[in-house]
């Protein structure tokens, strides 16, 4: 893994877990503040509730306070002492003196109707009725209400003798700061109870009485109301921790306020749970770190696989080399950092040789193994070479591509490649010794596509593999015309097939007496514009592009067909190996015999041995039904091939072919002469028919002759002739054989 895939992995693991974590936080930090707005919520209406109580217990307070007066002040004795007069001694007794010594009241005066003072005592003494002044200013003020009352109240009448007071008290009281100290002022109008002594006039005299609101008033209070720190303080401004009450003047101003520490149930609430509330808050932040870890993990395997997924894109899953989707990545990566250092870019297209041979013979894993072993040589050898690197691109076909100085360095590492690739695998299997094919593209900065560089070193594979085994091609580009000259044959390979372009020449096979004992029938091409083209061309190309199947279908429709009626000579039809692998061919095979009403026993059906090699459940069967029919079983070109003794165990095929190589090589090398006789011994141990090929001379007769073989086809004894030839000389014949009998 290198630092970038690290980087954008650990950024991608952000991405995912940086969310959860913040819900998480997210969910603990709203927790917190639910509990902090309830709890705020829970205490100010607690606190606002307390403060309505307070004001009102306060209203109660002055209540009460003024009922305190009522008896003094609405008394007809006091009318008679003191409105308009001023009986001293009685005003002592009920009032000055009675109400500072029960009541508190430190201030007692009277005020006549236009507002004189007829009477002060303050703090159970006479006093200059100047003490008065300070009280002046607030008095004014309650005078204002208690006048407009008296005048509404109207005459008084005298009241019937046992029934109940006969005014209503008026009265009206303020606070007031006087000298620094806040009091309870309060007025009440001189009035008759009973109306046995009238009011002498209107505007009667009026009591004013002070308390002051301190301690002895507050502390009753405040034990009464359960308030913590009651104490009265200069302004209602908000004090956090503490409540607080106005106490106003008559104007409204502000005189003081009465200050306390609130009951927070809230408050006292959070306090008692302070501690379950940290544990369930823990808890959560521990579930969520779980969460957290978890999901990291989860992540973390998401990542992976999305890694692996990602990397099985790009590799192959045998080998684990890149496959061709990164090596088109790199490529062009490669083909624009070209430099003045390494100009060129030597691109190798490398093709195991005998690969499918080790695969048919000895198993795929025999070939997994051989591809892996392969693909380790190919790594290490591009570890030295700069911009070095190996793909895949399927099957048994590698690339290598290095940054390279000059023509050399890459023909030089072709061939290192080359030696690094021939040198035997020993494995569990054995030693496979399959060897190499390399095609080699040298590219310059005028190219910039990837399938530009990887198609020339493709061509040029293409050519090492036709030139033989074990060869280094360099691209040139004549290959180029090559290949469109093959891409024209293909296309007028389609275009035969399609329009009935090929026809059937037969080759007859002779045996020592040089009667024609069969006819092979090999397919002929004549194209109108490429002009006659050879089966060794075309078949192997219609083997490449997969029209050997339809091609094998109008053979045996054909030579069926044409030679249905031939009498006492057997016909040889070549079946190519990709037919033999094609899943119901045979089945195929067998409807079209059965169509064209032969008898199975006139045919053979020629296979090549690379037909035979191969595990493939679909050849077997193939070849099994062909046998159950009744169809003769040729191996053709035998002995060029990797394994025949096995095959020959394997595969109960009813005559071998002698290969023309070896026949053309009779009497040049004394060693073909020997392989032609064992070839022969070979056949007969295990009582199989033997033909040689490509007989052209008497003297390659003789000598096949002399090794046991006895049967013949070549131009010696007959070449290629047309279908209505050879018919000619069949009907001649069956007439003949119909005369002698
Ligand atoms: P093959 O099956 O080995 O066919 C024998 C080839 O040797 C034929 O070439 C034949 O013309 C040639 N030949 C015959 N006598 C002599 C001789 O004395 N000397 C020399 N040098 N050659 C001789 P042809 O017809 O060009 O066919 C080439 C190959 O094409 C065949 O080799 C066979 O593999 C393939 N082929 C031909 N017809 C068919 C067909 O109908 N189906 C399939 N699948 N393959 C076919
Ligand atoms: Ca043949
Ligand atoms: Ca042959």
């Given at each position: 893994m290198n630092l970038k895939t690290i980087i954008s992995k650990t950024s991608r693991k952000h991405q995912l877990l940086v969310p959860i974590a913040a819900m998480t936080l997210g969910a603990l930090v709203l927790l917190v503040v639910l509990v902090v707005f309830l709890v705020n919520r829970f205490d100010n209406t607690a606190i606002a509730r307390e403060q309505s109580m307070v004001e009102s217990g306060f209203a109660q307070q002055m209540r009460q306070l003024n009922e305190i007066v009522v008896p003094q002040v609405d008394w007809d004795k006091a009318v008679a002492k003191v409105d308009r007069t001023m009986d001293v001694d009685f005003a002592d007794l009920d009032f000055g003196n009675q109400l500072f010594t029960f009541d508190g009241f430190t201030h007692s005066f009277f005020v006549d109707g236009d507002g004189k003072v007829t009477y002060a005592y303050i703090r159970g003494h006479h006093a200059p009725f100047d003490s008065f002044a300070p009280f002046r200013p607030i008095v004014r003020q309650l005078l204002v209400p208690i006048r407009e009352a008296e005048a509404r109240r109207g005459p008084i009448h005298p009241h019937a003798q046992?029934?109940?007071?006969i005014t209503r008290p008026i009265q009206a009281d303020s606070f007031a700061r006087v000298d620094g100290q806040v009091y309870v002022v309060m007025a009440s109008l001189i009035q008759p109870d009973l109306g046995l002594v009238q009011p002498k006039g209107p505007r009667a005299a009026v009591s004013i009485n002070a308390i002051p609101v301190d301690k002895t008033m507050l502390a009753p209070f405040a034990a009464r109301y359960l308030l913590d720190d009651l104490k009265l303080v200069a302004s209602a401004q908000a004090v956090t921790g503490r409540a607080a009450l106005a106490l106003r003047a008559r104007d409204g101003t502000v005189v003081a306020a009465l200050s306390w520490i609130p009951r927070q149930p809230g408050a006292a609430l959070l306090q008692r749970m302070v501690m379950p509330l940290i544990c369930a808050m823990a808890m959560l932040a521990l579930a969520g770190w779980m969460i957290v870890r978890r999901s990291a993990v989860v992540v973390d395997e998401l990542l992976a696989s999305e890694m692996r997924a990602r990397h099985l894109a790009y590799h192959d899953t045998l080998t684990l080399l890149p496959n061709r989707a990164l090596l088109f990545d790199r490529l062009r990566t490669l083909l624009s950092s070209l430099s003045s250092r390494h100009p060129l870019l030597g691109m190798m297209c490398i093709d195991l040789d005998r690969f499918k041979e080790v695969n048919d013979t000895l198993g795929h894993q025999a070939g997994d193994e051989l591809l892996k072993v392969m693909a380790d040589r190919l790594r290490s050898l591009a570890r030295g070479e700069p911009g070095a690197f190996t793909a895949r691109l399927g099957g048994d076909e590698f690339v290598l591509i290095a940054l390279a100085s000059d023509h050399e360095a890459v023909a030089s590492l072709a061939q290192r490649c080359l030696a690094a690739l021939l040198t035997p695998v020993d494995s569990e299997f054995g030693r496979l010794d399959v060897g190499c094919s390399i095609g080699v593209a040298v590219i310059d900065s005028s190219v910039r596509e990837p399938s530009l560089a990887l198609r020339q070193a493709d061509l040029a594979l293409y050519r090492a593999k036709a030139r033989g085994r074990g060869c280094i091609t360099f691209y040139e580009h004549e290959m180029e015309t090559a290949f469109q000259t093959r891409r024209v044959l293909e296309q007028r390979l389609r275009h035969a097939l399609e329009h009935g372009a090929f026809h059937m020449v037969y080759q007859p096979q002779v045996d020592r007496a040089g009667t024609v004992c069969a006819y092979e029938a090999l397919l002929r091409w004549d194209d109108a514009e490429l002009g006659t083209i050879s089966p060794s061309t075309f078949i192997p190309l219609a083997e490449e592009c997969g029209l050997i199947l339809g091609i094998g279908e109008f053979v045996l429709r054909r030579v069926f067909a044409q030679t249905r009626d031939w009498r006492g000579v057997r016909v040889a039809i070549n079946v190519s190996a990709i037919q033999m692998r094609a899943p119901g061919f045979a089945t195929r095979l067998i409807q079209i015999a059965a169509g064209s009403g032969i008898d199975p026993a006139q045919y053979e059906i020629e296979l090549t041995e690379t037909a035979l090699l191969t595990d493939s459940p679909a050849t077997m069967e193939n070849f099994a039904a062909l046998k159950r029919l009744g169809f003769a079983i040729v191996l053709d070109d035998?002995?060029?091939?990797?394994?025949s003794l096995r095959l020959l165990h394997r595969f109960r095929v009813d005559k071998i072919k002698i290969d023309r190589s070896f026949v053309a090589d009779l009497g040049q090398s004394s060693e073909a002469g020997t392989l032609v006789r064992a070839i022969v011994k070979l056949a007969r141990s295990f009582h199989l028919g033997v033909i040689a090929e490509g007989v052209e001379t008497e003297a390659q007769k003789a000598l096949l002759i002399a090794a046991g073989c006895h049967e013949f086809q070549g131009y010696l004894t007959?070449?290629?002739?047309d279908f209505e030839v050879v018919s000619a000389v069949q009907q001649d014949r069956q007439a003949r054989e119909l005369r002698r009998a």
């Open positions: 046992g029934k109940g007071p035998f002995g060029t091939g990797y394994s007959g070449r290629p002739t």
